[in-house]
């Protein structure tokens, strides 16, 4: 991820390698969803690398969708 923060991912001080993560898009979400919901539903699958929440730049509410990057 870049230096500047985007939705609700998580920041880290070094970028991700997503050269060796899968991504899933998460569709039809709750506009309250947050990264630690995600994060308790899909950590079962595998560990998580990033989660990503679009988010309106105006609003700052989530569009209803979310990307989870397995590592």
């Given at each position: ?37 995600l ?16 988010r ?16």
């Amino acid at each position: 991820m870049s230096s500047r923060p985007r939705g609700d991912g998580d920041h880290r001080s070094t970028p991700p390698n997503i050269d060796v993560m899968y991504s899933l898009k998460v569709d039809n979400l709750t506009y309250r969803t947050r990264v630690e919901d995600l994060r308790r539903c899909f950590e079962k699958y595998g560990p998580i690398g990033d989660i990503y929440i679009p988010r309106d730049q105006f609003s700052r509410s989530s569009r209803g969708y979310a990307f989870i990057r397995f590592v």
